[in-house]
């Protein structure tokens, strides 16, 4: 890194901001030219549909207060001479990858700001990182039932989180539903996962493209390519 580098990264939800968390620690790896800041939301919400004309009223849903965040931002990080960039990060669940990335990039433009903002899309879910490490899930959950965590297929769209919980968790997905009672408990097991794996996760040998998408564009932002 050739000078001081700040970024700014808005999520959708708690465990996606543990994760990143641990990501960002282990990128950082005590270099004092890097510093970062982390926004999650309480869940992911719809991009508004009035162009130039958002509200200032707060949902605490990521795509739905985004337009008022990345202005906010936009305001505070002009003030920091380094380099600086805004990721917002989400996951694609059932929308078309293609469209939405076409709508965050149409409403970006219709803000005008100064500041570069990158939209890294976890196909399907943010699990789908946790799954790209295989030794990582193996280091943090030893009973992992293996011959199911090597039939995943990087960045599936099966049902991500819950491929997740059929090979870590006793008795899978179904006994998780049926301990976990409701989605807070679920949501408990996804933080979980994300402490755990996020921890001896190794950042430069995982096999999900969406999250390497991200690391690619980290490194553009630090010019550390």
């Avoid at 990128?27 to 999650?40: E, H, L, P, T, V």
């Amino acid at each position: 890194m050739i000078e001081y580098t700040h970024i700014v990264v808005l999520i959708e939800d708690k465990s996606g901001e543990i994760l990143v968390e641990k990501i960002l620690q282990k990128y950082a790896g005590g270099d004092n030219n890097f510093s970062y800041g982390i926004k999650s939301f309480k869940g992911l919400g719809k991009i508004p549909c009035k162009k130039g004309n958002f509200s200032d009223i707060k949902s605490g849903r990521l795509l739905t207060d985004l337009p008022q965040y990345l202005r906010g931002y936009d305001t505070s990080l002009k003030q920091m001479v380094c380099q600086k960039a805004i990721f917002v990060i989400l996951d694609k669940d059932d929308s078309d990858c293609a469209l939405l990335k076409a709508s965050l990039l149409e409403m970006y433009a219709n803000l005008n700001l100064s500041i570069k903002v990158f939209f890294c899309i976890a196909i399907e879910e943010m699990e789908a990182w946790l799954l790209g490490d295989e030794n990582a899930v193996l280091t943090a959950f030893p009973s992992a039932k293996l011959s199911l965590l090597h039939k995943y297929e990087n960045d599936s769209i099966i049902g991500t989180w819950e491929w997740l919980a059929d090979v870590v968790h006793p008795g899978g997905v179904r006994r998780l539903k049926r301990d976990a009672g409701t989605y807070y408990g679920i949501g408990k097991f996804k933080c979980d996962c994300a402490e755990k794996i996020g921890s001896v996760m190794d950042i430069r040998h995982n096999m999900s493209p969406s999250f390497n998408y991200f690391i690619s564009k980290l490194d553009g932002v630090c010019q550390n390519k």
